[in-house]
């Protein structure tokens, strides 16, 4: 078991450019979170999906922010125009049918220049 | 506003002492999970509860949702228990989980 997989770990991209981030949830798990790390706000969740579906994206802002889950095995965070603010580690959970415990990926790295 | 309040922020203990972190929740959670960060900055699990209290070896973590908080207790610490520990809660009604800001731990010889 490979555990969360997430690509690429570290990211630099310039001030307006589109950042795609990638995460593969533990095999079976149906139930991938999103959740963004600062040293200013924390740990703070972003989105949900449970059987590829959105549930809950309280968390997420609501521009230029926006996450899907084609298929079971991979989910993506799509950062539009990216802003220096948007600098963070993003990581990525999964877990069984949306019940805990979750488990988490490793993170992406994102830094905007 | 902020749900969970995690202290304390930094603890130092000599190798073989003890010591709990403690969150506290201002609203009532349905579970709660402890987390240590690794040296690769992943987060690594270490306890989910929905009520009552778990051991792991070293340590061990209570939960009481009427109560509103959870601890984790460290004791005869290591070297290797160093790194920083977050709880994180469950609210009701949902599945996101709600982090506290966390507890470095020092552990020294």
């Known amino acids: 078991n490979a555990g969360v997989i997430q690509t690429p770990r570290h990211k630099v991209t310039g001030k307006g450019q589109e950042a795609t981030l990638w995460c593969e949830p533990i095999?079976?798990?149906?139930?991938v979170f999103w959740y963004r790390q600062t040293i200013v706000q924390g740990l703070e969740f972003l989105t949900y999906f449970r059987n590829q579906a959105p549930i809950d994206d309280s968390g997420m802002p609501k521009e230029r922010f926006s996450a899907q889950m084609p298929n079971q095995s991979h989910s993506t965070l799509k950062i539009q125009s990216t802003q220096p603010q948007d600098s963070a580690v993003y990581l990525c959970?999964?877990?069984?049918?949306?019940?805990?415990?979750?488990?988490f990926g490793p993170g992406t790295r994102l830094l905007v220049l | 506003g902020d749900q969970v309040e995690q202290s304390p922020s930094a603890l130092s203990l000599h190798e073989g002492t003890g010591s709990a972190l403690r969150c506290n929740f201002t609203t009532t959670m349905r579970a709660v999970q402890w987390f240590r960060k690794n040296s690769r900055g992943s987060l690594i699990n270490l306890f989910y509860?929905?009520?009552g209290t778990k051991e792991n070896g070293r340590l061990k973590s209570a939960f009481d949702s009427k109560e509103r908080y959870s601890t984790l207790h460290i004791r005869d610490a290591q070297l290797e228990d160093s790194g920083t520990y977050f709880c994180?809660?469950?609210?009701?009604?949902?599945?996101?989980?709600?982090f506290g800001t966390g507890t470095t731990v020092s552990v020294s010889p």
């Open positions: 959970a999964s877990s069984l049918e949306g019940a805990p415990p979750q488990y």
């Open positions: 095999s079976g798990h149906s139930a």
């Open positions: 994180a809660a469950e609210a009701q009604g949902g599945r996101a989980l709600i």
């Open positions: 509860l929905a009520s």
